[in-house]
């Protein structure tokens, strides 16, 4: 079986949710993850994850060593690194088939129900978006060629050299990989979308018990029965309104919940289920993107007039 080592730089607080996100991993025990950070490492969890205790100083050290330059390294610059951490991180995933990096803002369901060994023997990158690179889940093939590709990536250095967050794990590597010379050089598997939303956006509606972690297996929910079963649930627009978790890793558990509210193990009644939805036809995830979307174009149009105004 082809080997996978997921390399996650986190630095700061663990999330509420991450001792869910431990139940899930175990139940992948040939995946592996590397977890590099200055969080306090849990008393327990999977066999198939490592620490690695860093700092941010050390880190950025670390890091302009090996590019050779002065990244201004924040928690969320990492983003833009992950085309590199096969470079960055080589002397933790020598002897691994692939590398990938990901999020923790995800509940993994079975990973090598997707992550096939045929699709492994016939190509190079793995990606869960279609026709795109996903920072959430990405692996690539360990080797020379595919962990310098970083170095193609028009440039790479300018975006690296600056504060902002310039997506170079999605974007600028999406572009760089896109075309019929490195889809001729490169094998790359985005055939289709694996996460939690058909079209690749994983933001998604203030639902209550929607999804279902059950026996390894992420299962969306539909008047509480399964009708879809993905290979990972990110909650990306969920994560700053989740304000619980009773998902403990001691406990092992077999099944829970996840709710746009916190993740856990019974159903939440009719009643609350009901005015949820009420109240998402008024303040829901959606209104507030309708609004927030008309509001930015009234912004905009305000700003043409008033340059026309001036240019006048």
């Known amino acids: 079986m082809k080997s996978v080592i997921l390399i996650i730089p986190y630095l700061g607080k663990w999330p509420l949710w991450f001792d869910a996100h431990l139940v899930s991993i175990a139940q992948n025990p040939s995946i592996n993850w590397l977890f590099i950070t ?21 880190l950025k050290t670390k890091i302009n060593n090996v590019l050779g330059m002065d990244v201004p390294l924040s928690p969320r610059k990492l983003c833009d690194l992950r085309p ?15 590398w990938g990096f990901c999020d923790v803002d995800i509940i993994w369901g079975n990973i090598r129900r997707y992550v096939t060994e045929t699709i492994l023997s016939n190509y190079d990158i793995f990606s869960s978006r279609k026709e795109a690179i996903a920072g ?14 970083y170095l193609s990536i028009p440039a790479y250095k300018e975006m690296l050299s600056i504060d902002k967050l310039m997506r170079m794990d999605e974007e600028a590597f999406t572009v760089l ?36 972690w059950k ?5 969306e929910l539909k008047n ?37 509210t916190g993740m856990h193990y019974k159903k939440h009644s009719d009643f609350t289920k009901t005015l949820n939805e009420f109240r998402n036809l008024f303040d829901g995830y959606n209104v507030r993107e309708y609004r927030r979307i008309k509001k930015k174009k009234i912004k905009s149009f305000w700003k043409r007039i008033k340059q026309k105004i001036k240019d006048l």
């Not at 200055?38 to 050390?58: A, G, H, K, M």
């Not at 001729?184 to 956006?201: A, C, F, P, Q, S």
């Not at 026996?215 to 299962?219: A, I, N, Q």
């Open 215 to 219: 026996d390894g297996k992420m299962l």
């Open 38 to 58: 200055d969080c306090e490492i849990p008393n327990e969890f999977p066999q198939n994850v490592r620490f690695v205790t860093t700092s941010l100083e050390s």
């Open 136 to 149: 959430h889940f990405t692996i690539l093939r360990n080797n020379a060629a595919i962990n310098s590709l």
């Open 224 to 260: 509480g029965k399964p009708i879809n079963e993905v290979m990972y649930l990110h909650f990306i627009n969920w994560k700053r309104r989740m304000k619980c978790s009773e998902i403990k890793y001691q406990d092992q558990p077999q099944q829970f919940y996840i709710s746009y």
């Open 84 to 98: 590199a951490y096969g470079e960055l991180f080589q002397e933790y995933i020598s002897g691994y088939d692939f």
């Open 177 to 212: 990989l896109n075309n019929d010379e490195m889809r001729l050089k490169y094998r790359i598997w985005w055939e289709d979308y694996l996460m939690n939303n058909d079209n690749g956006k994983a933001h998604q509606e203030y639902y209550l018990d929607k999804w279902l």
